[in-house]
């Protein structure tokens, strides 16, 4: 069993940033692919970034570059985090951290993250 916690969302204005982080605990081991995803109100949940064992990551159009998705490891520990910049009003939204294991899926709760002046 993997959990994962979100922090780092809040409240910014247009063109400032935010880093979030998802920490992962547990059992560890066998993760491969760690991924961002974000919901804004009354849309579909968004694929924003991912890191897969072994290949460089991905973003979607609308984030690159302006994210940077980067991760660190230790024992039986790993932080995954979202470095944000100018953001936009429309990158309003949830944000959500998924990692895989072996087939299985694990999520965060997510963390609010409002881009407005």
């Known amino acids: 069993q993997v959990q994962l916690v979100e922090s780092g969302g809040g409240l910014v204005q247009p063109g400032g940033s935010l880093r979030l982080s998802c920490a992962a605990s547990?059992?560890?081991?066998?993760?491969?692919?760690m991924t961002w995803y974000r919901q804004a109100p009354g849309k579909e949940r968004e694929l924003v970034a991912d890191?897969?064992?072994?290949?460089?990551?991905?973003?979607a159009d609308s984030v690159k570059g302006r994210f940077t998705i980067s991760s660190d490891n230790a024992e039986n520990t790993i932080n995954l985090h979202l470095q944000m910049s100018s953001l936009k009003p429309e990158d309003t939204a949830v944000y959500h951290c998924r990692m895989s294991q072996y087939g299985m899926d694990y999520w965060g709760k997510g963390t609010l993250v409002t881009v407005s002046s």
């Open positions: 547990g059992s560890t081991l066998g993760i491969d692919t």
């Open positions: 890191i897969t064992s072994g290949r460089g990551p991905t973003y």
